[in-house]
């Protein structure tokens, strides 16, 4: 999408229009205003409301200031409102403030980690009200080349191995048992005496492999039934140093093999063994004639022992490497993609696991660095991983951390792909809004987008604070100056591929005009502003969409994932939901 769409335009779309008018895709609270704040200040024309337009009160904030970060709990907000009228009210995140007669006031304001919204609204006894919108960054920030510990928790279910039983099922009934076989011709050889015999196998054939697969305790049971084997060949033999030949023909209702599959965490990755295997014959048949009784003896012993190893040999060898391939997305990997025109790094290791009778747990520390960002900051929250009761499920669940999130959205931001001084192009949103006046529009985003996954609530989102974009004249004039927050709900939906994916959903959007120019030629109307909301939002949803899809969620080889679930859980986001097998 970057190539075809500039990042930067779209942000400074979207900010041209996050004003106070509604759109279809989310909510705008707020008026557009053009009155002065701390930062901004009103250079020209009131434009019908919100902070000082149209006589409304104006409020101008002394703390926190814009891009605020803290390590405290607690931020205090202070400020002052003034207008035309008696100033009745001033509610800070919906709470009274302690209104002096100056207009001043101040108010306390705990701070949770991630960004807090801060938003002030002032009412006059005329029924006219004011917003400013700012948000502070409260938390441990910690360098972007630091891992997440437990960053993605995985649990899989005894149906979802179904999938590994098929994949080894599948993988059994296109082996070529034959070729096997006939490689290690003669099968039996007891040499060249008077008394001796070579076995050659010249075909093996069955009517199919069943194989079943279920969780135990330190691993998943594995139960491989080949029906109806069918083996002939020919034997050579020297009887009393007389030589002589016969074919033969072995039959066995089936072969049947058992073990435990058994998954290790041997220097950061998974080495998948199988252990404990028992095998045996059921129905075991021999149709050879004309031979001496040495040689016949030699089908119920050596003969028979040699087509078991075979066969358990091939299967022991093919459990582990289809295995393997079905926990693909859990082994230690490291790759690079490209996204916004930054190369970002990521990488998964496996720090964890645990088989239990109802399924498997695994634990991966996650790490996501950009290129073009050395030295970037993200939020570090770490919380304990959800335990067995939160990850169960008929299916597959996935948590991840908010982390997760944060140290991608950090390093993106820290790199400076998410701003820029953009032109306007022909009949865009943007150019329909200021007419011909507008040269260029340059977008700030001050601080770096947030996740943020709460069980009291029940709610994940992605938080943006103090975005802003000044637009200027051909002669360099700041025409019109806009500031933005947002919080944009989070869900999860079953991605192209099967997998599930973390999508963002309906903003809540706090936005404001800090100043605008009485040399603007062009109103900018409401029915311009929301044209240009429209269309900012749901294209910035389209690049975090791009960003969110590149985190490394995993998921089970040739599975489908329905009926995706969505649970934040203490910091997590558990994905998941049942799953169909192809």
């Given at each position: 999408m970057a190539d075809t769409l500039s990042t930067n335009r779209l942000l400074a779309v979207l900010l041209g229009?996050?004003?106070?008018?509604?759109?279809?895709?989310?909510?705008?609270?707020?008026?557009?205003?053009?009155?002065?704040?701390?930062?901004?200040?009103?250079?020209?024309?009131?434009?019908?409301?919100?902070?000082?337009?149209?006589?409304?009160?104006?409020?101008?904030?002394?703390?926190?200031?814009?891009?605020?970060?803290?390590?405290a709990d607690s931020v205090e907000v202070s400020g002052r409102v003034t207008g035309s009228g008696s100033i009745s009210q001033v509610t800070i995140n919906g709470n009274a403030a302690e209104l002096a007669s100056d207009g001043s006031f101040t108010a306390n304001l705990a701070l949770e980690e991630g960004i807090t919204l801060i938003e002030t609204v002032a009412r006059d006894d005329a029924g006219r009200e004011s917003t400013d919108a700012r948000g502070v960054l409260a938390g441990n920030l910690v360098d972007q080349s630091t891992p997440v510990t437990e960053g993605l928790v995985a649990n899989m279910s005894g149906t979802a191995m179904t999938g590994l039983s098929g994949m080894i099922q599948d993988f059994a009934n296109n082996t070529d048992f034959t070729a096997l076989a006939t490689s290690l011709n003669p099968v039996v050889n007891t040499g060249d005496g008077c008394n001796s015999a070579k076995v050659f196998v010249e075909s093996v054939q069955h009517e199919g492999v069943d194989v079943g697969a279920g969780p135990v305790a330190g691993g998943i049971a594995a139960d491989v039934s080949v029906?109806?084997?069918?083996?002939?060949?020919?034997?050579?033999?020297?009887?009393?140093?007389?030589?002589?030949?016969?074919?033969?023909?072995?039959?066995?209702?089936?072969?049947?093999?058992?073990?435990?599959?058994?998954p290790t965490l041997t220097g950061g990755d998974i080495n998948v063994g199988l252990n404990g295997v028992a095998n045996s014959f059921s129905g075991f048949a021999i149709d050879v004639s004309g031979i001496p009784g040495f040689v016949e003896s030699l089908f119920t012993g050596a003969v028979r022992d040699q087509l078991s190893n075979i066969l358990?040999?091939?299967?022991?060898?093919?459990?582990?490497?289809?295995?393997?391939?079905?926990?693909?997305?859990?082994?230690?990997?490291?790759?690079?993609?490209?996204?916004?025109?930054?190369?970002?790094?990521?990488?998964?290791?496996?720090?964890?696991?645990?088989?239990?009778?109802?399924?498997?747990?695994?634990?991966?520390?996650?790490?996501?660095?950009?290129?073009?960002?050395?030295?970037?900051?993200?939020?570090?929250?770490?919380?304990?991983?959800?335990?067995?009761?939160?990850?169960?499920?008929?299916?597959?669940?996935?948590?991840?951390?908010?982390?997760?999130?944060?140290?991608?959205?950090?390093?993106?931001?820290?790199?400076?792909?998410?701003?820029?001084?953009?032109?306007?192009?022909?009949?865009?949103?943007l150019s329909a809004a200021f007419g011909g006046d507008v040269q260029s529009a340059a977008v700030t985003m001050i601080l770096p987008p947030v996740a943020n996954f709460d069980t009291s609530t029940g709610t994940a989102k992605l938080t943006i604070a103090d975005l802003q974009m000044d637009a200027s004249s051909p002669s360099g004039e700041v025409l019109a100056s806009f500031v933005l927050s947002a919080e944009i709900d989070l869900a999860v939906e079953t991605s192209a591929d099967g997998r599930v994916r973390i999508v963002t959903r309906a903003p809540r959007i706090l936005a404001q005009v800090l100043s605008q120019s009485d040399s603007l030629l062009t109103e900018l109307t409401a029915d311009k502003v929301a044209a240009i909301a429209e269309l900012g939002i749901s294209q910035v949803s389209l690049l975090a969409d791009d960003l969110l899809?590149?985190?490394?969620?995993?998921g089970i080889a040739g599975a489908t994932i329905t009926s995706p679930t969505f649970q934040p859980v203490g910091g997590y986001l558990l994905l998941g939901g049942d799953i169909a097998f192809e």
């Open positions: 229009g996050l004003l106070a008018f509604g759109c279809s895709s989310g909510s705008v609270d707020g008026e557009d205003d053009g009155a002065a704040e701390d930062d901004g200040g009103n250079d020209g024309a009131d434009d019908g409301g919100g902070n000082g337009g149209n006589g409304a009160p104006v409020i101008t904030i002394t703390s926190p200031e814009r891009g605020t970060v803290s390590t029906r109806n084997l069918t083996v002939t060949g020919r034997v050579t033999f020297r009887a009393v140093c007389v030589s002589g030949s016969a074919d033969f023909t072995l039959t066995a209702d089936g072969f049947n093999l058992t073990g435990t599959i058994t358990r040999d091939t299967i022991t060898n093919m459990v582990p490497t289809v295995a393997n391939g079905f926990l693909s997305d859990f082994l230690a990997d490291s790759y690079s993609i490209s996204i916004l025109g930054q190369t970002i790094s990521l990488s998964v290791t496996p720090s964890a696991m645990n088989w239990t009778e109802q399924g498997g747990t695994i634990v991966l520390d996650t790490s996501s660095t950009v290129d073009a960002a050395e030295g970037a900051l993200y939020l570090s929250s770490p919380r304990p991983r959800p335990g067995d009761a939160d990850l169960a499920s008929t299916g597959i669940r996935i948590a991840v951390a908010d982390d997760v999130l944060n140290q991608l959205l950090g390093s993106i931001w820290a790199s400076g792909a998410l701003e820029d001084t953009v032109l306007p192009l022909p009949g865009d949103a899809g590149s985190i490394p969620v995993p």
